[in-house]
């Protein structure tokens, strides 16, 4: 999944010249908290409502009045992304960095825009949940083979896997959490347990 | 008395071999009110038209489901066509069409003023999406037989007792103001198809329509109907439709395979009171029931004969007829049940009964909260 496939295309922009109470407004109208700011059709810096809010607040010092130029304000360089990063690239680079959005760049050219609500949207369909479906939740050891079991398993029965996901637990095994395409995830259950694999979702039907 | 709309060629809505999903169920239901006198005498319905499929599903969709059921027809999993949930038969189609013409006449006798009550024994697809076949749903009668009530001019609230969420009929309407759904189902976190959570309150001017309770697998039928109670009769005063629509599935039953809820056949007998209070009190008495899932042979035969009787006002008869239970010997299995109603206590005590009760109570509770601001 790259991040062209879940970035906003054409995203509402500001130019540089334009007032902190105009960007405000823009945000309001839109329903958005970021705005990319444009100097001579080039990506110049980045506003978020935040930055909007704390410019402006009646408890800093010296707050910015209202007609201030974005450009007193905006935050530069701006970090940005490739419309072929993995969305997971993407990700990490927000969440390193501790911000809300990437502006995608091609070449130089402003072509979409990435939050973290898209990033949200991205993991409801790399889980499946998009779809209707079922969870089963598998504990395996850590070692070759034993996803092409449980996989040739549920090829077996003919079963289509809507989603497939796995992460380490705290006891050094690898869950693996399937989303199915079928209204009964219990026969699996079953047959999995049946096969010698640690079924642990749905919980009352777990082989422990 | 209610309409009975029925068809014998129901029974090619079927997914064959071992499939839960059997048109068997309708048939030991005739079979168990004809042996004990009384006997349906049901209006057979039009098949569904393209044009009627059509302001719910797409037209690729129609082709595509047409084309897997011919003979030696072309799979279509894009579409969930010919996956193990919904396997196609040559004749599903013309079945499926049957069973959508069924709940669409219901609906049109209801709007036309010729019935008040209408019991169609069949349907009940509520999986079913604009373009996907999905849990033994191949075409959404419900929401078709909705959109017919409200281009009526007729605001509908629709219920679904199925154990599993309504979700295609929720999402196909989730704009619409004129129609309130209700679900009430196990949590989506354990069971297909994972959705009908309390913040799924509808979109635009249907927010505030649409109305899950996810509850807890094992919830009994006192909890069950604390929740009907305390949601489902305030929200329809609050309402007020023309229609109730009722998809009354069996599968909550203790007995089913497929999921894990516990209601008796004394909670659906009391259940389907209340439905029809309901009815009388909000909407004239206008009221279409479907049947739906239901998946355990002991079971949902007995819960829809309950289900006829009760809608009908004829009194429950008590000992399942010897003949009924010898010709479907091989459906009911050993120990067959020799009664309508469940024995009592028929299950072991629930250990966590009282933490489910109020996990339940909760969910109805924040329901409430988020819909207080949306009411008013």
Known sequence: MLVREIMHPDPVTIAAGASLQEAYALMQERGIRHLPVMEGGRLAGIVTDRDLRLATSALSPSPFPPDTGLAEIMRRPVHTADPLDPVEVAARTMRELKIGCLPVLEDTRLVGIVTGIDLLDAMLRLTGVHRPSGRLEVCVPDRPGELARLTGLLSSRNVNIQSILSYPDADGNVRIVLRIASIDTRPLAEALCGAGFDVVWPPHHACR | ?376
């Open chain 2, 1 to 376: 008395m209610p309409v009975v709309v029925y068809h014998p060629g129901y029974a090619s809505y079927r997914f064959g071999g071992e499939h839960p999903f059997s048109p068997v169920r309708m048939e030991m239901v005739l079979d168990l009110l004809r042996e004990t006198g009384n006997p349906v005498r049901p209006v057979e319905p039009p098949a569904a038209t393209d044009e009627e499929l059509l302001t719910v599903h797409t037209a690729r969709y129609l082709e595509a489901v047409a084309a897997a059921s011919r003979e030696g027809g072309a799979p279509s999993p894009v579409f969930g066509l010919d996956t193990p949930d919904n396997p196609i038969l040559p004749g599903l189609d013309e079945g499926a069409r049957l069973v959508v013409g069924g709940t669409l006449h219901g609906a049109r006798l209801i709007a036309d003023g010729e019935a008040r009550q209408v019991l169609q024994l069949g349907g009940g697809l509520h999986h079913a999406m604009p373009e996907l076949a999905s849990g033994f749903c191949i075409y959404n009668d419900l929401a078709i037989a909705i959109r017919e009530l409200v281009s009526r001019g007729l605001t509908v609230a629709y219920l679904d007792i199925d154990v599993h969420h309504g979700d295609g009929v929720q999402q196909i309407l989730y704009t619409d103001e004129k129609v309130m759904t209700i679900s009430l189902h196990e949590s989506g976190e354990y069971l297909f198809p994972g959705t009908g959570w309390l913040h799924e309150l509808g979109m635009s001017s249907g927010h505030g329509f649409k109305l899950n309770v996810p509850l807890e697998p094992f919830t009994e039928g006192d909890s069950y109907l604390e929740v009907v109670e305390r949601l489902v009769e305030p929200a329809l005063a609050y309402f007020r439709p023309d229609v109730l629509v009722v998809q009354a599935g069996a599968d909550a039953h203790w007995c089913d395979p497929l999921a894990d809820l516990m209601l008796t056949t004394q909670t659906y007998e009391k259940l389907f009171r209340a439905i029809l209070d309901f009815a009388e009190l909000f909407t004239g008495g206008r009221l279409l029931v479907t049947l739906g899932g239901g998946y355990s042979l002991r079971a949902t035969p007995r819960v829809w004969t309950i289900l006829h009787l009760t809608l009908s006002g004829l009194p429950l008869f008590d000992e399942l007829p010897a003949p009924w239970l010898e010709r479907w010997s091989a459906q009911l299995g050993d120990d067959p049940p020799a009664r309508l109603h469940d024995p009592p206590s028929p299950y072991e005590p629930i250990p966590r009964w009282e933490e489910i009760n109020r996990h339940n109570r909760l969910m109805v509770q924040r329901l409430q909260d988020a819909v207080s601001m949306l009411w008013l």
